[in-house]
């Protein structure tokens, strides 16, 4: 497994030291997909904020976006954090 570079595992870090951004981390880690809604609903923020968020977790990789009509829907990109998190060596 290859290890990222320093400024994208920055880059999740930082996305990450968010406790809302975390939550939503936390709310997708089963591995299923879900809309826009469904998180927003679960982490108690407007559709805008989870926009915002979702956003920065995108940019950081740590989250992939897929649209189908008028719904947004999100699931980690769980190789991208085992990767980054198992740059750690715990």
Do not use: W
């Not at 990450?16 to 939503?24: C, H, K, N």
């Not at 709310?27 to 809604?37: N, Q, S, V, W």
């Not at 999100?74 to 740059?87: F, I, N, Y």
């Amino acid at each position: 497994m290859s290890q990222p570079d320093l400024n994208q595992r920055a880059k999740v870090f930082k996305a990450l030291s968010d406790p809302t951004r975390l939550q939503i981390v936390e709310f997708l880690a089963d591995g299923e997909e879900r809309t826009g809604k469904d998180i927003a609903d679960a982490v108690n923020i407007t559709l805008a904020l989870l926009c915002h968020h979702t956003g920065t977790l995108e940019e950081a990789g740590v989250l992939i976006k897929r649209k189908q009509g008028q719904s947004c829907y999100h699931r980690l990109d769980q190789a991208s954090l085992e990767t980054c998190l198992g740059s750690l060596k715990l």
